[in-house]
């Protein structure tokens, strides 16, 4: 196993967050905060960064005010940033921090900025998404 994985997932358990799959050869994990409203995050080890994404929900057939409103939002996150995947077809929460000096502390600010802007705007994410 990874030792950067292994590092990784003992930070998640000592942040008591539970790891609900994992995926050793791709050396990334999916775990669940359901109180901070976290559900299948993706934290991902891609020497020399991690990435950490968050599914948000599907682009509308007529997005409207989406992109704009996602842009306005980054403005005011205070790690990571609402993105498009590659298909243009979905809204994530993506960050990414080095692997090199990772440490507990940097991981958990880029979790818990996640739970912030969830608490901040998911209200009006569902309802842009919805449109």
């Known amino acids: ?6 590092r990784v997932k003992d930070y998640l358990l000592s942040l008591d ?7 050793e050869p791709e050396e990334l994990v999916v775990v669940d905060d359901e109180e901070s409203g976290i559900k299948n995050l993706v ?4 020497p020399p960064i991690v990435v950490i994404e968050q599914i ?4 509308p057939a007529e997005p409207g005010e989406l992109f704009k409103r996602l842009l ?6 205070v790690h990571g940033a609402f993105v498009l995947d590659d298909t243009g077809e979905r809204v994530l929460f993506r ?12 991981l958990e600010g880029s979790i818990r900025a996640l739970s912030l802007a969830l ?3 998911g209200a009006e994410l569902l309802s842009l998404l919805k449109s």
């Not at 934290?43 to 891609?46: H, K, Q, R, S, Y």
């Open 72 to 77: 306005q939002m980054n403005n005011g996150l």
């Open 119 to 121: 608490a901040e705007h």
């Open 17 to 23: 967050l539970a790891i609900v799959a994992e995926n």
């Open 43 to 46: 934290i991902d080890c891609e």
């Open 56 to 59: 948000i929900g599907p682009v």
């Open 1 to 6: 196993m990874s030792e950067n994985l292994d």
């Open 95 to 106: 960050d990414t921090l080095q692997l090199e000096n990772l440490d507990l502390n940097e």
